[in-house]
């Protein structure tokens, strides 16, 4: 068994001897080259890395190459989003791999949408990837930062994005699906429970823009909107109002699956029987909707998995030359199940 001093940095040589391995491949491994390295020799690499504490020397690296070995991922509130902590944990994963760190910005206002720009701009990381929900960060400030060639990949439904990946999900198609499902089983006071940048928008778009689609296409002209998707206790105190008022909705669509699942507890707590007395509908997806009671229908991809949107960010970090723009559409489906 090889042996090695603590009292000194365990270097890429000694990882290749523990693993049996050439340096070039310890280096390939743990710098993310796109060089093909069998999977059972990608382990050994990585074992004896971890086995021995050894990381590569990033500020000697960064030195070089001019970079900083950082990715920058920027979401639109802090935590509590299941999906945005799905998208994290890919992140890091590849990060991981690829001898990368993370940092992650906030831009929950326009303040601080402002601030995320300048950052980037101030070179904080070698690449970004941005998940935009809202309008704090506008289609402007993001042009901005393509046009000084900094890799980015948005997910977004906007238009106008130029100069970087774009990936994009048919919100509205399935959301109006899912709210036709409602209609076509006899529902015909169905609310609609908005995030705040939603309700308020000056423009319908996306979730909102899908139920109105529905309700348009089935002659409906009642609409009932109201916000209260935020957050868990906002979602059960407006579901509570709604399904306590003399006329009452028949059913429910939540922009998220936590308010749609907040909204079956006010239902249950007002004595109400899902899907009976009021039918339920989320957006999302996610696993808490199928241990749920009853289990909830929800409108998202069938699973979350957000390795394909990381790769093109890393595709571009390690391109010689910037790649074309490219688009991706990652497909969203209504899931029907027993609240609905």
Known sequence: MLGYSTNMRPTARQVAELANVSVATVSYVLSGKDRPVAAETRKRVLDAARQLGYTPNQAAR???????????????????????????????????????????????????AQAAVEVL?????DGALIRLTGGNLEHGLLGGLADTGLPMVVMSNGSGLEGCDVVRTPEMEACAEAVEHLLTTGRRRVAFMGQRYEVYSDKPEGRLLGYLTALERHGVTERVVTGGADDRVAAYQTATELLSSPDRPDAIFAASDRAAISAIWAARDLGLSVPGDVAIVGVGNIDEGLISNPQLSTVGPLRHDYTDVVRLLFDRLQAEEPPPAREIVRSWTFVRRGSS
């Not at 900083?68 to 799905?86: E, I, K, N, Y």
């Not at 701009?121 to 990381?125: K, L, N, Q, Y």
């Open 62 to 112: 960064s030195l070089r190459k001019r970079r900083t070995q950082r990715v920058c991922l920027v979401l639109s509130s802090f935590g509590g989003v299941p999906t945005d902590a799905r998208l994290a944990t890919d992140l890091h994963e590849m990060a991981d791999a690829r001898g990368y760190s993370v940092v992650t910005l906030s831009v929950y206002d326009e303040a601080r």
């Open 121 to 125: 701009r101030g070179g904080i990381a």
